[in-house]
């Protein structure tokens, strides 16, 4: 519930403080003493848009703030929490607007943004009046209207639901599709490339071993040459040889010399040894140097193969069995893929059988609704003497989508016979104020967690009329809080609370007030609306019936 309204330098006010009760609030004044202004301080602070000039002529910055009560189940309070701002009992908002046009706003002293304001504002305000696109004439909003009046908002969320389930199964079946079609477009490169791969069968290291092998062999003849040179000059025609003969003729000298060659005698057989190890080793090398002849032209043909092969897919020989494990799954996903795309139509078929449901019971739970909500207006216009005009809401088939395959609008005719059409198009501006009003009452079954505004909705009514209007106003403010702008005294008499808008002029300059009016001070303000300039005795006769016991 909104409990006060606080400017200072705004427009042509320079200082005010409003503080509303629950129930029917009403600002009365004459024309231009600025109770428009009061709903353009309070739009500015809460982020809607309005004038582009604000600050009072002389000032440096204006400034608006507003405080609401706030239980604690409200819905502002999520928001609030999703803007990092803790919720209290108490929510206050502040928004400056300084001269050179820039804007500050705050939340419980918390800075925010202006689209912050315009969400938080949702939730705590409905604004009706005759440029109503904000809200009841808005006819995207009408389908939420009958869900919420219908108790069909269940539905509509169980219809939701259902269409995300089919949206998600129908974009899977889409990509599957796109999958499959792209691999059949390029399987018989696939088949191709995937065959010469697997002809090639490259395995990691491939390249690093054939390249080694490739440079042995090339390198393999010299190398021939010259170990078996070096086993030439160990053999019995050299170094062995010599050695023997060595170590025999020393063997006959030692007789003679009582051991004195003993110790290089055991050299030399020592020697021997070891050149036969060397021998063994050499052999075995020349051995593994015997090469075909046509090994070569074989391993730099499968070398160069694989290097190829690598080039044409960018990738590094050792990556060419990743190609073909790629290839391999596109190929099997190819062959499967059909088996797939049916279950995936099928998902779809599914999801499309439970969404058609889903749509067809919030149908019918709309048609339920709509004859209702019509019903209830036939019943409200009587008493706002419009007896003869047809209220229709009017559902039509609409592409299926996420509330459902409908399209709801409000419809109104104001002469029998004549077809029914947009409310704004269709109805005058007395008509549409009353259009409104009832069909607000109708849609507030239980009561709006929204403080609601009307600015000026009793306009071109009047006598019985007028009074039935304030009447319902006074309806919904007991189920909560009604702000009104009006110059009907019958509204006026039917207030909880009653605020007169006055003008006056300082020093040459202009300056709108609000002033809380008493039971004397109502008599005298309905008795003005009343009669005019010159308020008689009689006026404030006609005034205190009207007020009656709301004196």
Known sequence: MLRGLSVRDILIIDQLELNLQPGLN?????????????????????????????????????????????????????????????????????????????????????????????????????????HDDRGLLNIKGHMSLLDEHAKATTLHDTCRNAWRKLSRAKVALMELSSKINALSAEEEYLRHTLGDLQLLDVQVGDDEMLDSRRRLIQAAVKIRTDVIKALDALSNEGAEGQISDASRWLEDAAQQLDGQLDLASEALVASLNHLGKAQQEIETVLGSLKFNSSELEQTEERL???????????????????????????????????????????????????????????????????????????????????????????????????????????????????????????????????????????????????????????????GATANAVGRRLAELGAEGQVLVVTHSPQVAALANAHWRVEKRIEDEVTLSTVVPLGPNDRVDEIARMLAGDVVTDEARGAARSLLGKNL
């Open 304 to 462: 160069f193969a694989i290097r190829a092969a690598a080039r044409k897919h960018g990738v590094t020989s050792d990556e060419l069995p990743e190609i073909t494990l790629a290839l391999e799954l596109k190929l099997e996903t190819l062959e499967s893929g059909n088996v797939e795309l049916d279950a995936f139509k099928l998902d779809v078929e599914v999801a499309h059988a439970a969404y058609s449901a889903a749509a067809l019971c919030l149908h019918e739970a709309r048609v339920i609704g709509a004859d209702a909500l019509d019903k209830a207006m036939a019943a409200e216009l009587t008493p706002l003497k419009m007896e003869r005009a047809v209220f229709k809401t009017e559902i039509k088939s609409a592409e299926e989508g996420p509330n459902g395959s409908d399209s709801v609008a409000f419809t109104v005719s104001t002469n029998p016979g004549a077809p029914t059409g947009p409310l704004e198009k269709i109805a005058s501006g007395g008509e549409l104020s009353r259009f409104l009003l009832a069909l607000k009452v109708c849609l507030s079954q239980g009561g709006s967690r929204r403080t609601m505004i009307f600015d000026e909705i009793d306009r071109g009514v009047g």
């Open 26 to 130: 009403v600002l009365t004044g004459e024309t231009g003493a600025g109770k428009s202004i009061l709903l353009d301080c309070l739009g500015f602070v809460l982020g809607w848009r309005g004038r582009a000039e604000l600050v009072r002529q002389g000032a440096e910055q204006g400034e608006v703030t507003a405080w609401f009560d706030i239980p604690t189940n409200h819905p502002v309070n999520g928001i609030l929490r999703d803007s990092g701002i803790e919720p209290e009992d108490e929510l206050i908002l502040r928004r400056i607007n300084a001269r050179d046009g820039r804007k500050t706003a705050f939340v419980n002293d918390r800075r925010c943004s202006g689209q912050v304001l315009r969400q938080i504002s949702e939730t705590l305000l409905e604004l009706h009046g005759q």
